[in-house]
């Protein structure tokens, strides 16, 4: 039983519109574009000491991470404890006047990082120890 007056058949549409997806795309990225983490993460997990005042530097940089197990990353890549000073050495003839950053943990041996300051003191280097403000 048909109650229309005329006898014209309306088929589906079959087209499907993505206009509306891709504004649920674009919301999203901009939502993750600003959530996300804007901070350098060196990667490598070291628990330092606080000091009361601090000093940042623009310079280039030769970071030297210590663990708390003895272990020795220049610049993110782990090293030995007899190639260290080669390790600093070259890192040092890539980014020549770089500071020497030494990033050892709280429970770190002080043995550790005194070692990897008298290299950066034998090639004249500036010394400078990683802390996080109080």
């Not at 014209?8 to 993505?18: A, D, H, R, T, V």
């Not at 060196?42 to 601090?54: C, K, L, W």
């Not at 210590?66 to 080669?86: C, K, M, Y």
Request: avoid cysteine.
């Amino acid at each position: 039983m048909n109650f229309r007056e005329d006898n014209n058949i309306k088929e589906p549409l079959y087209m499907f519109s993505q206009s509306s997806l891709t504004d649920i795309i674009l919301l999203l990225l901009i939502f993750f574009l600003l959530t996300s983490s804007f901070v350098t993460n060196f990667g490598i997990r070291v628990n330092v000491p606080q000091a009361e005042t601090s000093v940042t530097t623009n310079a280039t940089q030769i970071s030297v991470a210590i663990t708390p197990e003895g272990n020795f990353f220049v610049d993110g890549e782990q090293v030995t404890r007899a190639d260290l000073s080669v390790s600093i050495r070259q890192a040092y003839q890539n980014k020549p006047g770089a500071s020497l950053v030494v990033r050892a943990d709280r429970e770190a041996r002080v043995d550790d990082a005194v070692r990897a300051m008298n290299i950066g003191r034998a090639l004249n280097m500036n010394i400078v120890m990683a802390t996080e403000r109080n």
